[in-house]
């Protein structure tokens, strides 16, 4: 079973790329087969279906449905733009949906957020399973959030706290073992 | 007191723009000022923090805020992108939450929604209420979502059906008279 | 493998009882081990943590949460009631997730819906998903919603359309596939 | 004007009737008329049409709406069940839906959460609004979520915290002033 991991958000500094690219780590640590992608790498224009209808769909777009499509499962790490899933997250989930096969349909996701306050992005991640929800994605039902994530990491990218660590290690843990059966 | 109406899609023939026409339309004849714009003449690159530490905000973002700024109501007719709200519009809420003074701030809003389909949109409806709701927009409680849009207006852009006229008539003109006060 | 099948709402004549009673007529035509329960038969009071503490968890409650442990997947078609989940439904839940073990933990769930406008409670859909989800219900993403309910079961119980009928079949061999890996 | 104030707990020592007491005692001290009220002496079923059908609506939900219709503007308080509203406290406004004329229609709401952990409630906070938003509430936008509440309050019920005590002071306010409006 291979992985992708990556972050809803595209600055270079993002927390949540921190995040993801941790629990790959632990992941990896644990015996699992997994990569990380930069959504950055992918850009693409705002969803308006004159561009789907006049120059087709964006280079960058079929080349993550590849990667999405050839991938078992999906581990994402989001944080909240007002209250809500990122404008940018929900664009590519709209641009993924216009294809067909649908790359998204039928995948297991882990939800992970991140964010440098207390509330840890849990409004964003309930409104974050939604749309996936809604094109056939099995969202594992446990979401880990990181409150405080601008002072989480050391050096080498590794969380700090031990219980945390452990908690995302448990989750991902049990969310692999779901999604490979 | 000044209205503006707008759709949540882009493409030129979206039925939500159409919709929100007809919705200007008719709060001008029971005696209200209103403007349509269209978001297709506002091209936003997709949110991303380091364009907006590199190279500032977008000119046209800076022109939409001035228009929002100015208006005391808004009317939005927006299509349900996969049981959401679309990327395109949280989009534009992302980048707007982002200037200061923030032009959302205690806006009153009307959503309208238009689908081709049976359920209207009713599910995009109330995800796009909680984006503007986080950041301090009044939401009016009623929406109007009109399904079977394909077949919906004549010639003119005019709703064909009496009913659904009247209902949209009705609750846009309780909607201005709540703003209003 | 067992699966539990349920309405959310109590009336006696329920639409969601004869459509829940219609998905497992066609599972148990597929081979697969099921059984209807009447949440009528188990009477709760509204959620107090005073009862809770004074005289204990309702007997009704034990039972129902039994027949949950022993069940491996469950099946439940909910009336939408005010835009969500109807308060009866949530009451349980709230009941359920005091005790220990939580008999809903790690289940597999599908969500159904009956209702006898054109809407077939799809908003209602959305929001029941969510405690579930809360305590740890794999919820499954399809949901299928019954508009016009009241017209659409024959004599016997059957759906009448043909179509409405191979699409329940369809969603629920699919949902007990994957409840059963 | 005249507003009622009351916990969407039923358990006499709850922390959301501390807090919404709190509430009342800030908009007297500002000169606003406020009444509390306590649920707990509002006892009512499960909701279940059959009992509406046979011996009619309870004495309590009829007192009850009778006070919210006097009321015009309304604070409640509520605590997260399972990442959503609280089932007794949806049970209620099932039963005032059911009432003709309404008593909930065109009020004003704020929204408060008080809990004892971190999170403040505040998943709860979101869906609690949707139900009466669909009954044509206006819930203003925002909501203030007391997090580590079991400290929170001196002997005489006032909050300990002159920060957290001006952040509901000033919300009550704006929201007092606009629902006069």
């Given at each position: 079973?291979?992985?992708?991991?990556?972050?809803?958000?595209?600055?270079?500094?993002?927390?949540?790329k921190?995040?993801?690219?941790?629990?790959?780590?632990?992941?990896?640590?644990?015996?699992?087969?997994?990569?990380?992608?930069?959504?950055?790498?992918?850009?693409?224009?705002?969803?308006?279906?004159?561009?789907?209808?006049?120059?087709?769909?964006?280079?960058?777009?079929?080349q993550?449905?590849?990667?999405?499509?050839?991938a078992?499962?999906?581990?994402?790490?989001?944080?909240?733009?007002?209250?809500?899933?990122?404008?940018?997250?929900?664009?590519?989930?709209?641009?993924?949906?216009?294809?067909?096969?649908?790359?998204l349909?039928?995948?297991?996701?882990?939800?992970?957020?991140?964010?440098?306050?207390?509330?840890?992005?849990?409004?964003?991640?309930?409104h974050?399973?939604?749309?996936?929800?809604?094109?056939?994605?099995?969202v594992?039902?446990?979401?880990?959030?990181?409150?405080?994530?601008?002072?989480?990491?050391?050096?080498?990218?590794?969380?700090?706290?031990?219980?945390?660590?452990?908690?995302?290690?448990?989750?991902?843990?049990?969310?692999?073992?779901?999604a490979?059966?």
């Amino acid at each position: 079973m291979h992985t992708l991991f990556f972050a809803g958000s595209l600055r270079a500094d993002s927390l949540n790329k921190k995040y993801v690219k941790e629990a790959l780590r632990l992941a990896k640590e644990a015996g699992h087969s997994g990569e990380f992608i930069d959504l950055k790498d992918y850009p693409l224009p705002v969803f308006d279906e004159d561009i789907q209808n006049s120059t087709g769909f964006p280079a960058e777009l079929k080349q993550l449905a590849e990667k999405i499509a050839a991938a078992d499962a999906l581990v994402i790490s989001t944080p909240e733009y007002n209250g809500s899933i990122p404008g940018n997250l929900k664009n590519l989930i709209d641009w993924l949906s216009r294809l067909n096969p649908m790359p998204l349909a039928d995948k297991s996701l882990l939800l992970l957020a991140a964010s440098p306050g207390p509330l840890s992005g849990v409004r964003g991640l309930w409104h974050t399973r939604v749309p996936f929800e809604a094109v056939g994605v099995h969202v594992y039902p446990n979401m880990v959030g990181l409150g405080g994530a601008g002072d989480a990491f050391d050096a080498e990218g590794k969380l700090k706290d031990e219980k945390k660590r452990a908690m995302l290690k448990d989750t991902l843990a049990k969310f692999l073992k779901r999604a490979e059966a």
